[in-house]
């Protein structure tokens, strides 16, 4: 699902601003020990749980980072998947420990040692925040299998030629990069 240890896109800080983050080696595996549960939803959406960790959803963290299977049974996923409009998966992080750095010439990074998690999600109305995520349809009607695949991460990041540059140029770097949802 997610490989630690690489960025993500740029992601909004609420002020106006973009960081990038990195989820730590680890820290998967320790937020899935402290877990009772992980539900797996429909595009973060809470009415539409397709299953947990107690019945058709299993995650570990291996040496590539957070994988998951899930066997899902409902419809519109699986018509979504059979037209390749899944596009990814995302997660919920609750309680980070994190640590943020200013770096020159390149968005802030903020790095994530540890959280908690309570769902996954596989989403089809935006972009994963992490590139390294895939969904595939296996079986006839079925089941749905979410993976992380090994590649070499782009490095996200800019020179900064101004001080001060300009907000349309940013935003037009970010766009490149993928940091924006809407297109």
């Known amino acids: 699902m997610n490989v630690t240890g690489r960025d993500s896109r740029p992601i909004p800080d609420g002020k106006g601003g973009y960081f990038i983050e990195r989820i730590n080696p680890g820290a998967f595996q320790k937020a899935l020990q402290r877990a009772e549960k992980v539900n797996i939803l429909f595009n973060h959406n809470w ?16 040496v590539i980072g957070l994988r998951a299977h899930a066997e899902i049974t409902d419809e519109e996923v699986i018509k979504e998947a059979k037209a390749n409009r899944l596009r990814g998966w995302s997660f919920d992080i609750k309680n980070p420990v994190d640590y943020r750095a200013e770096r020159e010439g390149k968005l802030p ?27 595939e349809a296996r079986a006839e009607n079925s089941t749905v299998e979410i993976r992380a695949e090994e590649f070499e991460a782009e490095r996200y990041g800019f020179e900064d030629k101004e001080k001060n540059k300009n907000k349309n140029e940013l935003k037009q770097i970010i766009k490149n990069l993928g940091g924006f949802n809407k297109e």
């Open 109 to 135: 990074l903020r790095t994530i040692s540890d959280f908690e998690i309570s769902e996954v999600s596989l989403i089809s109305n935006m972009k994963p925040w992490y590139n390294s995520t895939t969904v």
């Open 47 to 62: 009415n539409r749980k397709i299953g947990d960790t107690s019945s058709n959803l299993k995650l570990k963290e291996d």
